[in-house]
């Protein structure tokens, strides 16, 4: 079955909401962004508080730490600079132990421990934060990159810096560290383009900061400096955005309350995909799907000139747009865009099943990806409904019951969509006071599944 609503999708700086009751506790929501003091401490140790929730009061108490870190360094106290970098690593490993998905905390405490010299555990920090992260990844592949080079390791180095300028070509980073691995492997021609290349793209600032080994500013000093202020007031905006209606029980109200924080988003970074690609899903959940499908076309332009590892999360997100405002047949191209960039995500395997079923075409491929996604997600009960209806349109009625049957076992039988399913399938084999039962029942929960069946040309 195709979800009306995923949530929220991995993005850009690991977007995670806030507390939602810090949230309505304004004061001390406000003191644990923009101060990371005790205000933090509470919150996180709220029992009302999520797992998530006090993985991002963490990962502010953190920057806090960090910012007096750097206090402390300006005034040549190293032994209270130490003190609470080892306080904001401690803080970080809190946040990343409540939720490990929290990309920017995983960046941070790994960008700390490089600046702390501890380069295997950055290096693990890096690889980690690479993983959940498509945004941060360039930053964090330069970044190991340096750490390689550290190590000796050219070879890594060099893979590294080239996915970096691979992924974002844009920024100067990968540029320069390529360049000094390059120079460093004897290859001074190609080494002075990419350098050339890269100070290019530097700030006036940044130039005049510029070192002989090809770092710069807040690039060079990762062990000193917070996040960028820029990326920083993104991932705030995000997480505003997501706590304002990323939880049980959320209205359309919410959504377009979150569509208003995701504005914000977009001015700040209009050419990045995932300002339009949050508040695409934002305006998907408040039921403008029109609204939506223009922000996922935006998003999806926008990953394919700057950061192409992101754009399947688009492509996805404009395939459900257009899906639920009646284009189908315009979705299945960008679900199967979306399966051809990750086939390992069994929800792209399964909206692409599920698009197909419900058209009626295609059925033997739709089952391949229902297949594959069951694969990946064993008894999913969503998946097992999709599956259930390619069996269906397809004439094998024992196997879309055997689906429909699992997919409510799965549920404890609260499935009416599969419940009413299984009694077309049971109807299909003679089974008519079964079937029957099957459909009045799910009817009774649902009283708009027989005209969404019917729209499939299914009937009692």
């Not at 490993?93 to 790994?110: C, I, K, M, P, Q």
Request: glycine residues 8%; contains cysteine.
């Amino acid at each position: 079955m195709r979800a009306l609503f995923l949530g929220i999708a991995a993005a850009a700086l690991s977007a995670h909401a806030v507390p939602v009751h810090a949230q309505s506790a304004a004061p001390a929501w406000q003191a644990c962004q923009t101060r990371g003091d005790e205000s933090c401490d509470r919150i996180a140790a709220d029992s009302a508080s999520t797992p998530l929730e006090r993985a991002v009061a963490h990962f502010n108490r953190a920057i806090g730490h960090e910012n007096a870190a750097i206090a402390a360094m300006a005034q040549q106290r190293t032994d209270v600079r130490d003190a609470r970098r080892s306080d904001a690593l401690a803080a970080y490993g809190r946040a990343t132990r409540a939720d490990r998905t929290l990309g920017v905390a995983l960046y941070n405490e790994a960008r700390l421990r490089h600046g702390m010299n501890q380069k295997a555990q950055a290096i693990e920090g890096y690889t980690a934060a690479i993983a959940v992260d498509p945004l941060l990844a360039p930053d964090a592949l330069a970044l190991r990159a340096r750490l390689h080079v550290a190590r000796g390791d050219l070879p890594a180095a060099l893979a590294d810096a080239s996915e970096a300028v691979r992924r974002r070509p844009n920024a100067p980073q990968g540029w320069l560290v390529r360049a000094e691995v390059l120079r460093r492997q004897g290859e001074e021609s190609r080494a002075d383009i990419d350098e050339a290349r890269g100070f290019s793209m530097l700030s006036p600032k940044d130039k005049a900061d510029f070192t002989e080994v090809g770092e710069y500013s807040g690039f060079a000093r990762v062990g000193f400096l917070a996040r960028p202020t820029r990326e920083w007031r993104l991932a705030a905006i995000f997480a505003r955005g997501a706590a304002a209606y990323g939880f049980p029980g959320a209205r359309a109200a919410d959504a377009q309350r979150a569509v208003r924080e995701f504005d914000a988003a977009v001015a700040l970074a209009p050419n990045e995909a995932a300002p339009y690609q949050q508040r695409g899903e934002a305006w998907f959940a408040a039921g403008d799907h029109a609204r939506a499908g223009a922000d996922f076309d935006r998003c999806v332009s926008n990953a394919q000139a700057r950061t192409p590892a992101f754009a399947h999360v688009c492509l996805h997100g404009r395939g459900k747009a257009r899906e639920a405002a009646g284009d189908t047949s315009g979705a299945v191209p960008d679900y199967d865009a979306a399966v051809a960039a990750k086939p390992e995500v069994a929800s792209y395997r399964n909206s692409a099943c599920w698009a197909r079923a419900t058209l009626g075409e295609a059925l033997d491929r739709a089952l391949a990806d229902c297949n594959e996604a069951l694969r990946l997600k064993p008894a999913n009960p969503g998946f097992l409904d999709s599956r259930a209806l390619v069996h269906l349109r397809a004439g094998r009625f024992a196997a879309a019951e055997a689906d429909y049957t699992a997919a409510l076992a799965a549920t404890s039988g609260r499935f009416p969509h599969a419940q009413y399913g299984r009694g077309l399938a049971r109807l299909r084999q003679g089974k008519t006071a079964d079937g029957g039962s099957d459909i009045a029942a799910a009817a009774a929960l649902d009283a708009d599944l027989p005209a969404r069946f019917s729209r499939f040309g299914l009937e009692p």
